[in-house]
C-alpha cells in the first residue's frame, strides 16, 4: 500500500519542535492528521510507539530528519485529548489505539453491516476475520479495539455482550 | 521698412494684441479640440469594452492591459461596483470577489505561514477555491485587490523579498532588517545566523535578534538537526 506523505513531510522543520509555543501547536496539529491519515491508509488500529517512532512516519530519510520521543508524546497526548486515541498502557503510555475512525463511527458501520445482512449473532472473530466480511471495512480491525467498538454497540443499546472461554469466542447479540 | 516714433510704438502695440488674440484662440481651439477627443476616446473605450466585455472578463492579460489604459485616462471601471462602468461591464463585483477570497485564505493559512503568502501560492489556492470554470487570475489582478483592501487598513499589503512576492495579511513592522534577512533566505528558503551575518556583514546580534522575532512570528520555523541550525521562511516553501 502506498502512501502519499504531504509536502511538509519534506521541510526540515517539521521534525523541530518549534520554540514558539504557537507555531509548535499548529506543528502538533499537522503531525496529528499526518499519524491518523498514515494509520489509516497502513490500516494500524493499535500502535506501539517505540515500534512507530522508528519507522518513516516519523523518520523521513530522504532529509534525514526524524521527531524525537518527547515531541511523539506530545503529538499522541493531543490524539489521545482529541478522541482519535486511546491509551492501552495507561501507566506507560507506549501503546496506544488510534481511532482514524472513532469508536462509534466503527459501531455503526458495524450494526449497518448485522442489519443489512441480517446478523444477529457474531462473534469477533466474524466479525473481524470471517469471511462474510472479507472487503468490509472493519474487516481486519484490530481484536481489542474491535471489543471497544462493541461496547459502544451496548452502551447504546443496540447490542449484547457474550463471552466465550477466549478472545475470539466473545461476540455480541445485535438488538 | 521699420517706423519710427509714436507711429512705431501704437503699430507695434496693435501687432502684439493680435498675436495675443491669434494665440488665445488657438488655445480655445486647442483646448476644444483635446476635449473632443477625450470625449471621443470615452466614447470609444466604452464601446470596446462592451465589445470585449467577456475577453476582460476571462482574459487575465487583457484585463491588465484594459485597466491600465483606464487608468492613464482616470477612470477606473474595474475597480468599483458602482456606476455605469459596473451596469457596463458588470465587472464590478470581481475585485470585491477577489478581496474576500484572498482576506479567506490569508486567515485560513495564517496558522501555518504567520500572515506571510507567497504570491504564487496564493493564486493556487485561490484557482482551487474558485474552481475550473471561474475566470483566470493574474499577479496583477491579486495586486489590485489586495490594494482596495489595503485602503480598509486591515493591514494587507504586497511585499517583495528580492524577485519574490508575498501578500501580507497581519500588521508587521517589517522593518528593513526583516526584509534583508527574508532576502537572503529566499533562494535556499532557509538561512543560518553565520550565515546571514557573513552575506549582510552585520553583528551576529542583529540576525540573532530578526531571526527571534522571526520565529515568534511564526514566519521562520527552526530546523535544529543540523548545525548550524537553519531557520527556514515558512511560505517560501510551497504547498506548505
Known sequence: ?175 | MRKRGIQGLTHQHAVKSQLERVGNELNQQQLEQLKGQLALFKQNLEQFSIKYKNEIRSNPQFRAHFQSMCTSIGVDPLASNKGFWAELLGVGDFYYELAVQIAEICLATRERNGGLIDLQDLKGHLSKMRGSKAQKISDEDIAQAVKSMATLGSGFEIIKFGSRKMVQSQPRELNTDYETVMTVAQDTGYITVAGAAASLSWDVDRVEHVLTRLLQDGVCWTDQQVHPPQFWVASFFSDF
Open chain 1, 1 to 175: 500500500m502506498s502512501f502519499t506523505f504531504p509536502a511538509i513531510y519534506n521541510f526540515p522543520p517539521f521534525f523541530t519542535q518549534q520554540p514558539t509555543a504557537d507555531t509548535w501547536s499548529r506543528q502538533r496539529a499537522l503531525w496529528v492528521q499526518l499519524v491518523l491519515s498514515y494509520c489509516a491508509s497502513h490500516r494500524l488500529f493499535l500502535v506501539d510507539l517505540n515500534e512507530l517512532s522508528v519507522s518513516p512516519l516519523f523518520t523521513n530519510a530522504s532529509i534525514s530528519r526524524s521527531l524525537n520521543r518527547k515531541a511523539i508524546d506530545a503529538v499522541f497526548e493531543d490524539i489521545v485529548a482529541a478522541g482519535n486515541g486511546e491509551w492501552e498502557d495507561k501507566k506507560s503510555r507506549s501503546r496506544c489505539f488510534v481511532w482514524w475512525k472513532r469508536p462509534d463511527e466503527w459501531a455503526a458501520l458495524i450494526y449497518a453491516w448485522a442489519s443489512d445482512n441480517g446478523q444477529k449473532i457474531c462473534t469477533v472473530y466474524e466479525i473481524v476475520e470471517g469471511d462474510v466480511t472479507e472487503g468490509l471495512e472493519f474487516h481486519g480491525l484490530h481484536i481489542d479495539a474491535v471489543k471497544r467498538v462493541l461496547e459502544v454497540l451496548v452502551r447504546q443499546g443496540r447490542g449484547q455482550l457474550f463471552y466465550g472461554s477466549s478472545d475470539t469466542d466473545m461476540g455480541i447479540k445485535f438488538a
